[in-house]
């Protein structure tokens, strides 16, 4: 049981991820072709006990199409040749999701602009007007 820090209060457990190597896709080459170097991993959003409830509802909106029904994010990758580096490529893009998970949005509170600017912006229009009337036809 290895713990993947994700900040300094939450972690996730390593034997929740579940990784399985398959083929790359894309142009080959000798070799290319024959070695399981891309990597998928899966992670059981709705089973797991140590996100908070918030962070986990974040977590599936965030994913978007990589959550299936079930609850299990799905995240595959495939671009190095090297089944390591794309272990390592996966688990921290699966860790940068979480963070960003963690992250509330400040809500925006509407707000109004002033009777002074109002009038500053009326006056600076009025001026503006003013100006582009003088360029008219002088008439007679």
């Known amino acids: 049981m290895v713990a993947i820090p994700i900040t300094r209060s939450i972690w996730i457990d390593d034997s929740?991820?579940?990784?399985?190597?398959?083929?790359?896709?894309?142009?080959?080459?000798?070799?290319?072709?024959?070695?399981?170097?891309?990597?998928?991993l899966r992670f059981d959003v709705a089973a797991n006990q140590t996100l908070p409830e918030m962070v986990?509802?974040?977590?599936?909106?965030?994913?978007g199409s990589r959550m299936t029904r079930d609850?299990?994010?799905?995240?595959?990758?495939?671009?190095?040749?090297?089944?390591?580096?794309?272990?390592?490529?996966?688990?921290?893009?699966?860790?940068?999701?979480?963070r960003e998970a963690t992250f509330v949005e400040k809500k925006r509170r509407p707000t109004?602009?002033?009777?002074?600017?109002?009038?500053?912006?009326?006056d600076s229009k009025v001026k503006r007007s003013t100006i582009k009337a003088g360029r008219g036809k002088i008439r007679e």
């Open 56 to 63: 986990k509802v974040r977590l599936v909106a965030l994913a």
């Open 71 to 98: 609850g299990v994010l799905i995240l595959r990758a495939e671009s190095s040749r090297s089944q390591h580096m794309n272990r390592e490529e996966v688990r921290s893009r699966l860790i940068e999701l979480i």
């Open 16 to 40: 929740e991820l579940v990784e399985s190597a398959t083929r790359a896709s894309g142009a080959g080459g000798q070799h290319v072709n024959t070695t399981d170097s891309a990597v998928i």
């Open 112 to 122: 109004k602009p002033s009777k002074a600017a109002k009038a500053r912006r009326v």
